[in-house]
């Protein structure tokens, strides 16, 4: 089973210095029947402009994993981090017991990035940070991981059983992903256009895929997407 999430049926907000999109309710924007999808809680597709960001604030007991598109966006926490993060480099924050952090973008242009919420497997995680530098040649027509539980392959480690790949498909290139017994899949199209088991996805729209086997996804026309391996 195949469910499209459109991007135009996500939450929205528009605060004038931020623009975002919410897959699953978030903030002011609640909706049922999208309150989160397996161990995802918060799927956020965000425009921050420049000079502008979150000032400190915290978080507990849940995976943060963020994903800069476009721009810059520089992060510094309570246990003394401090980084910028770019097109390339994935960032893993376990909040665990509680942390508090700031997102800025320091810089003149807009900061486009995924920013992804996922619950962990049990609360009282000791907090950490990390960030990777991730070739993004690497991914070209191919489903690279970047997120695991194991920290596998070279992947950020996160303490759930999900395993995030990112994928730059040329058109009509096509790779396909095996689900084992029992598991799901989310798959988040960040530019282009693909056919996901027969559905079309537009940038911006998801599939919930569930009860299927093998995944297939095939550019359109030149597509980067995120696939969410779940439990």
């Not at 990035?113 to 960030?131: S, V």
């Not at 040329?170 to 559905?199: F, K, P, Y």
Request: proline share 3%; glycine share 8%; aromatic share 6%.
């Amino acid at each position: 089973m195949v469910r499209v999430r459109k991007s135009e049926e996500r939450g929205h907000a528009d605060h004038g210095w931020l623009e975002a999109r919410h897959s699953f309710s978030f903030a002011s924007y609640h909706d049922p029947e999208w309150m989160g999808f397996r161990s995802l809680r918060v799927l956020n597709e965000d425009v921050i402009q420049a000079r502008r960001g979150f000032g400190t604030h915290p978080h507990r007991d849940m995976e943060i994993v963020t994903v800069v598109l476009e721009g810059a966006l520089t992060h510094e926490d309570s246990m003394g981090s401090r980084a910028t993060l770019r097109p390339g480099i994935v960032q893993r924050m376990s909040a665990g017991t509680g942390i508090m952090h700031s997102e800025m973008n320091d810089s003149d242009a807009p900061c486009h990035l995924y920013q992804t919420w996922i619950m962990p497997d049990g609360a009282g995680h000791q907090p950490r940070y990390e960030d990777r530098p991730f070739d993004l040649a690497a991914r070209r027509d191919r489903l690279r991981l970047i997120v695991s539980p194991d920290g596998r392959d070279g992947s950020l480690d996160v303490h759930q059983d999900v395993s995030i790949y990112d994928a730059a498909l040329g058109s009509g290139v096509e790779v396909a992903h095996a689900l084992a017994d029992g598991r799901h899949a989310w798959i988040q199209v960040a530019a282009g256009s693909v056919h996901v088991n027969g559905e079309t996805l537009e940038a911006g729209d998801a599939a919930a895929v569930s009860d299927e086997a093998a995944l297939s996804i095939a550019a359109i026309d030149d597509a980067e997407f995120l696939l969410f391996d779940l439990a």
